[in-house]
């Protein structure tokens, strides 16, 4: 399976994730939610993750194909690596992701 067989699309805060956009279209600030949409494909049932910092922020097991939706957020600033896994039949498919935490929201 390649590794773009399950994971058709991803949007972090309603903005298609690419990780060499300015990481300024997906930051937020302490406490401010963050939405992150996995869009899977294929048929039968997939087991999907998000974790950040050693603890799972989201799981659901998703029918394909299916949305995995994922909403969080984090009490403190700084940036984190998000992984997004996918398992279906057997096989995993990882997608790491930046999760950036500011302080405050920029004025200006």
């Not at 903005?15 to 279209?25: K, L």
């Not at 939706?69 to 992984?83: A, E, K, L, Q």
């Amino acid at each position: 399976m390649r590794a773009g067989a399950v994971i058709k699309r991803i949007l972090l805060n309603n903005v298609q994730y690419n990780p060499n956009r300015d990481p300024q279209f997906y930051r937020r600030t302490v406490g401010e939610e963050f939405r992150l949409q996995v869009f899977l494909d294929g048929s039968g049932r997939a087991q999907a993750r998000l974790e950040a910092e050693g603890t799972a922020l989201c799981e659901a097991e998703v029918a394909l194909p299916g949305t995995f939706d994922c909403r969080f957020r984090f009490d403190r600033p700084g940036t984190r690596v998000g992984t997004v896994t996918v398992v279906r039949d057997g096989e995993t498919i990882r997608q790491d992701i930046r999760l950036d935490v500011e302080a405050h929201a920029w004025v200006g």
